[in-house]
């Protein structure tokens, strides 16, 4: 298993003990190149994370494009384990109930 896959795992662990009951999908990295790994789906609520194993792993030349368009949607982030406690705060907070 990849340092990677290693940290993707716990991090769909971590996802699922924050927002209980969330749906977790796996996007195909084949299918459209760039998008986010994963899909959070929660409530009427959705995010997009493209894990990385560090902060300075290389990203595929389309990923910062979809990661923008999709927080500007909803919430989408690069998401490592330098950087996991702030997104999943930022994550939280986006996901909270609006008045």
Not at 40 to 58: D, I, M, T, Y
């Amino acid at each position: 298993m990849s340092l990677e896959s290693e940290f993707q795992s716990g991090l769909k662990k971590e996802l699922e003990a924050l927002f209980p009951g969330c749906i977790i999908l796996k996007n195909d990295p084949n299918y459209m190149q760039g998008i986010p790994d994963l899909l959070v789906l929660w409530g009427n609520k959705w995010a997009a994370l493209e894990a990385k194993r560090a902060f300075n792993s290389r990203r595929q030349p389309n990923q910062p494009y979809y990661v923008q368009l999709m927080d500007e949607m909803s919430f989408a982030a690069f998401i490592n384990p330098e950087n996991k406690e702030d997104v999943l705060r930022d994550l939280q907070h986006a996901f909270r109930p609006r008045r």
